[in-house]
């Protein structure tokens, strides 16, 4: 069975820098998505970026990149320029894509405080 | 497009009743989900559909039934409620299954915060 371990219960960042939230994913199966996700105070889930596991190059969104290293089984998610509003709960997620456990498994999260 | 709605947003029960939460989204979107989260923790799968007309269980599905009779709504039934059931609930629901450019991106609905006394 599929795991994503996220080992940073918490983590603090100053305005304006660059920080990285680890994930390590932990799967046999060959063809795999990965996601990050984030989730503010008010509750919701925010889709941020993606990642699929025969991509080549590395994922980016505006501030956010995904650091996907296969060989170690590592998707970190960077964020740059840190905003105030970065200040969230930050899950990361992976889809299998063969089989019939296709649905998101999701680790524990990391709170991100970005401090002014 | 309203995305993936949810209703109600919150919701007292008292242990035994029992309630469903409703899920309806207007993408199309074959595959449809509901998660659970539990104070400081990720979501956990309860049940998923993959179409019309097909579910399966998820990682805790006890307690919990589902149904999809069309594309678009897939309720979640609590069949007698326990207090361990108190918890804000996610339905989700995204494309298919090929893993190039983003395909299977799950779109959350608001979530259902629902505890039972």
């Known amino acids: 069975a599929q795991k994503i371990t996220q080992t940073q219960p918490g983590m603090f960042v100053q305005e304006k820098e660059a920080v990285t939230l680890d994930c390590t994913y932990d799967?046999?199966?060959?063809?795999?998505?990965l996601f990050w996700y984030k989730q503010p105070s008010s509750g919701e889930m925010i889709f941020l970026i993606y990642?699929?596991?025969?991509?080549?190059q590395n994922a980016t969104e505006g501030r956010y990149s995904l650091n996907f290293q296969k060989a170690r089984k590592s998707a970190n998610l960077v964020i740059s320029a840190s905003q105030l509003g970065d200040s969230a709960m930050y899950f990361c997620?992976?889809?299998?894509?063969?089989?019939?456990?296709?649905?998101?498994?999701f680790g524990s999260g990391t709170q991100l405080t970005v401090l002014p | 497009n309203a995305g993936v709605t949810q209703t109600p947003k919150f919701q007292v029960l008292k242990t035994g009743q029992s309630m469903t939460l409703q899920c309806a989204q207007d993408?199309?979107?074959?595959?449809m989900s509901w998660y659970r989260q539990d104070p400081g923790m990720g979501l956990r799968l309860i049940h998923y559909?993959?179409?019309?007309?097909?579910?399966d269980q998820g990682e805790v599905p006890n307690g919990y039934n589902v149904s999809r009779s069309t594309t678009e709504d897939f309720p979640l039934r609590l069949l007698s409620a326990a207090p361990s059931q108190t918890s804000v609930y996610f339905c989700?629901?995204?494309?298919?299954?090929?893993?190039?450019?983003?395909?299977?991106?799950?779109?959350f609905g608001p979530g259902t915060r629902l505890t039972v006394l």
């Open positions: 989700a629901s995204s494309y298919s299954t090929t893993p190039s450019g983003g395909a299977g991106t799950q779109y």
């Open positions: 799967t046999s199966d060959p063809s795999y998505g």
């Open positions: 990642q699929g596991s025969y991509d080549q």
């Open positions: 997620a992976m889809r299998l894509y063969s089989g019939s456990a296709r649905q998101l498994t």
């Open positions: 993408m199309n979107h074959e595959y």
């Open positions: 559909s993959v179409g019309a007309g097909i579910t």
